[in-house]
Nanobody
Framework: QVQLVESGGGLVQAGGSLRLSCTAS????????MGWFRQAPGKEREFVAA????????NYADSVKGRFTISRDNAKNTVYLQMNSLKSEDTAVYYC????????????????WGQGTQVTVSS
């Protein structure tokens, strides 16, 4: 069982930056691939970024490539999402998720989810 807690969300102006963190409970964090997803009001939850258990493989949605960076620190049981050059369309609740297996952007393949953190980008 893995419990995930996101933090770092908030209100930022367009063009600004935020760093989200997701801290996991349990001793097996380093065996899980981790993903970030987001859900805007009235929209489906969508993939943002994912990282393999070792950190050696990452994957990004086209909409965030070049602006967002996912990373992890297995010693701290934490995965990060550095978000730069934020746009109003990045406004959403951001969720982290964990799965045993390869990196994927398919939300249905993730086993554990956090409660989410709100990111609001003002234009």
């Amino acid at each position: 069982q893995v419990q995930l807690v996101e933090s770092g969300g908030g209100l930022v102006q367009a063009g600004g930056s935020l760093r989200l963190s997701c801290t996991a409970s349990g001793r097996a964090f380093s065996t899980y691939a981790m993903g970030w997803f987001r859900q805007a009001p009235g929209k489906e939850r969508e993939f943002v970024a994912a990282i393999s258990w070792s950190g050696g493989s990452t994957n990004y949605a086209d909409s965030v490539k070049g602006r967002f960076t996912i990373s992890r620190d297995n010693a701290k049981n934490t995965v990060y999402l550095q978000m730069n050059s934020l746009k109003s369309e990045d406004t959403a609740v951001y969720y982290c998720a964990a799965r045993r297996g390869p990196v994927t952007g398919a939300k249905g393949r993730y086993d554990y989810w956090g409660q989410g953190t709100q990111v609001t980008v003002s234009s």
